[in-house]
């Protein structure tokens, strides 16, 4: 029980944060510190354990290539496909990723007002937005910024 008379007492009650801050943390058995994680050490087998096999450059590149989800790949080759078919009768011959950046910057402007379906209705603005993404996977998977 905590008497009210002693704490209205008129001395301010020490209290200093940073002391706080900076006291040493009691840790429940077990529990490695921070400060005592240097002085750990894994046994050999352990070692083994922690981590998975060692990879080699074929590994790499594959985890890489399977890291993009299909349907991403398939909207990726849809929009460079829808581009490659306007771009053909707009007469552009250079590929897509190699069009200097002012006149691809004119090119996609009217791509993205030109653009129809196959039976010649608009394309919903969400579907444009998509085409658009798409063109930009493609350019930064073809070495373009």
């Not at 001395?11 to 921070?34: N, R, S, T």
């Not at 400060?35 to 594959?62: C, H, M, W």
């Not at 009217?110 to 063109?135: H, I, K, N």
Request: proline share 8%; with cysteine.
């Amino acid at each position: 029980v905590v008497d009210k008379a002693s704490m209205q007492s008129e001395e301010p009650i020490p209290f200093d944060i940073l002391a706080l801050a900076l006291a040493p943390l009691e840790l429940p058995e077990g529990v490695i510190g921070i400060d005592d994680a240097e002085d750990f050490e894994l046994s050999e087998k352990e070692n083994e354990q922690r981590f998975g096999p060692a990879l080699n450059i074929s590994d790499v590149t594959t985890a890489i290539t399977n890291r993009i989800p299909k349907n991403t790949k398939l909207s990726t080759s849809w929009a460079h496909s829808v581009w490659h078919s306007w771009s053909t009768i707009r007469g552009i011959t250079q590929p897509l990723q190699e069009i200097p950046a002012r006149e691809l910057d004119e090119f996609l402007s009217r791509f993205v007002l030109e653009a129809r379906r196959q039976d010649g209705s608009p394309y919903p603005a969400t579907s444009l937005y998509q085409l658009v993404c798409g063109l930009q996977r493609y350019l930064r998977d073809n070495g373009r910024p």
